[in-house]
């Protein structure tokens, strides 16, 4: 188990206290079930000892905001054990989580609560179902909380009385915002640093709760702020970036302006990091910030995308996606920049029959996007659907995978053909036929890679080569165990090596390199074992059971939709 301390480091903090009592402070994220952007069964074959794919990034973002007097520990149990009895040196123990940690959350605040540290609980998850953790908190915070959580410490600190319940008035200035604590974690641990740039989204979708939560105006941080934040990164020995902006280019000229520093800044210091996203399908009507995106070292982007049913995206009111050519259009303008597409997708609109199953399906396959993230539609408290459904009556929170009565299949329909189309899109060959036809179908996407790889310096020696094709080697001797463990060595490595035999047949010189090749049949290996399993928590299906009494908006949540929160 692991022993902790109360950390002795001192930072200038938010706010100057006066000589207020000392704090010492834990922080906890839950650990995540398995899920799709956990990336859970690849860690094992990544070397470095990984115990987590992306950093959390509310808790080095909460410890940046604790004023002066507080000693801030943070513990990410994906990473780390949780000491429970070493917990009682605390004087406070904060728990935060989204949905998807729900379960874990219940059952260490349940630990806690005999516990003599004053137990606060935050983050995603509390701020649409606050209710539900009346009883198992001192305190909780709801929505926003750079200005609550040092009110609170502060208040805290002087022995003056605090809430039950923390809610902010406003919105908070992201410009105003320090940078955040990675000195406080084991970086070591992790493949991927989370940072944000902006909160907030321009659009509409029904389904969508980032409006009701940060609104439709977005906030963003200084370009200056964002570079400072790099070398907070780049200082703690991280190699990759992921920037959690529920749409980065929700304002494009603040994009932009950022993008030419991160361009400059990656010119200055020989390109210590590389970079992915999130943004809407628009983003291909920009030619000037894909180019920027892609001189900044981005390499991909993940783009809600839904359904290829007009109606369907006519009913959520994500019109953003039929403006202007069609879909693949755009989505083959963002590759052939040379970024790679990851999207998310969704069942279950009211425009949807059982013949969305095979439309979707076709349509994934035709994208050539290989990593195709599906979700049955989730109401989620908060949000426009939510309330719709409500009103109609059809919001039913007792079916295990849906949480309502779809309008034109039962649920039952819906939850088999969910099923089947993952298992379909997860298939070996129709995965590295999406992949590779991607890949080999844009030799533009082809040619911007290899100019950025020219602009990086990226020239490996003889030596470097040879070290990654080892690397990858071992790779391959490790997932074979795997592949034997499961009986799908004949099945699934066979396809492997077909798909291999037909990259280097097609492509020839500019064939994708063994060791990514590698890298990309791992990454298959945890997409097809996720949809596989019997809880796809993080495809968009969580159980429904209840977990607390309370009001209705507080016994039974689906996840957020298919995109990789933070």
């Known amino acids: 188990m692991t022993v902790l301390e109360p950390s002795a480091m001192q930072h200038s903090g938010v706010g100057d206290c006066g000589l207020l009592p000392r704090l010492s402070v834990c922080l906890i994220n839950p650990k995540f079930m398995p899920s799709y952007w956990g990336m859970d069964h690849i860690l094992p074959y990544m070397p470095g000892n990984k115990r987590n794919w992306t950093v959390t990034g509310a808790l080095p973002t909460l410890a940046a905001l604790a004023p002066k007097h507080c000693d801030v520990t943070l513990i990410d149990e994906n990473v780390q054990e949780i000491d429970f009895d070493a917990l009682e040196r605390f004087d406070i123990v904060g728990v935060t989580g989204m949905i998807v940690q729900r379960q874990r959350m219940h059952e260490i605040l349940d630990r806690l609560r005999k ?225 790679v597409i990851k999207a998310g997708f969704i069942v279950g609109f009211d425009s949807d029959d059982k013949t969305i199953f095979e439309e979707q399906f076709d349509f994934i396959q035709r994208s050539g996007i290989a990593q195709a993230m599906v979700a049955i539609l989730s109401p989620i408290p908060t949000t426009p659907l939510y309330d719709r459904l409500k009103a109609e009556g059809r919001l039913d929170l007792n079916h295990t995978d849906v949480a309502f009565h779809p309008k034109q299949m039962t649920r039952e329909i819906l939850k088999a053909g969910y099923d089947d189309l993952l298992r379909r899109l997860y298939d070996p060959d129709a995965y590295f036929s999406r992949l590779l036809e991607g ?110 009494s309370g009001d209705d908006r507080s016994e039974n949540y689906l996840p957020r939709q298919a995109r990789p929160a933070a």
């Not at 410009?175 to 992790?190: A, N, S």
């Not at 020839?508 to 590698?518: L, S, W």
Request: charged share 25%; hydrophobic share 40%.
């Open 115 to 339: 516990s003599s540290a004053t137990i606060i609980v935050g983050g995603p998850y509390c701020s649409v179902s606050d209710a539900e953790f009346a009883d198992l908190s001192d305190t909780r915070f709801v929505g926003e909380a750079e200005e609550t959580w040092p009110a609170f410490l502060t208040a805290y600190a002087r022995g003056e009385p605090v809430a039950r319940r923390y809610e902010q008035s406003g919105r908070s200035d992201m410009e105003k915002l320090p940078p955040p604590r990675y000195d406080l974690l084991q970086t070591g641990r992790y493949m991927v640093a989370s940072l944000q740039f902006s909160r907030g989204c321009p659009f509409l979708c029904e389904f969508c709760d980032i409006i009701t939560v940060f609104g439709r105006r977005p906030r963003l941080k200084s370009p200056q702020q964002m570079i400072t934040e790099f070398e907070v990164v780049r200082a703690a020995g991280m190699r990759h970036c992921f920037l959690v902006d529920d749409n980065f280019i929700g304002n494009k000229q603040k994009a932009r302006e950022l993008l030419r520093a991160v361009v400059e800044w990656q010119d200055l210091h020989g390109y210590p990091l590389i970079f992915s996203t999130e943004a809407s399908i628009n983003l291909a009507d920009d030619a000037e910030l894909l180019d920027l995106m892609v001189r900044a070292n981005f390499r991909s982007v993940f783009i809600g995308i839904e359904t290829p049913r007009a109606s369907s995206l006519e009913e959520t009111r994500k019109v953003q996606n039929l403006r202007g050519d069609t879909m693949l259009d755009k989505l083959q303008r963002i590759r052939d920049a040379g970024l």
């Open 439 to 548: 890949y080999g179908g844009s030799p533009a996407f082809r040619a911007a890679r290899k100019a950025m790889d020219v602009r990086i310096g990226r020239k490996p020696t003889l030596a470097a080569r040879l070290s990654e094709i080892a690397g990858g080697a071992v790779m391959v001797l490790k997932l074979m165990r795997s592949l034997i463990g499961s009986s799908s060595l004949r099945s699934v490595g066979g396809a492997y090596l077909r798909q291999w035999r037909r990259n280097r047949r097609d492509n020839g010189a500019e064939a994708i390199p063994f060791p990514t090749f590698v890298v990309l049949c791992c990454e298959h290996w945890h997409f097809m074992t996720i949809s596989r399993s019997d809880r796809k928590t993080d495809f968009g299906i969580v159980s429904t059971a209840p977990l607390a």
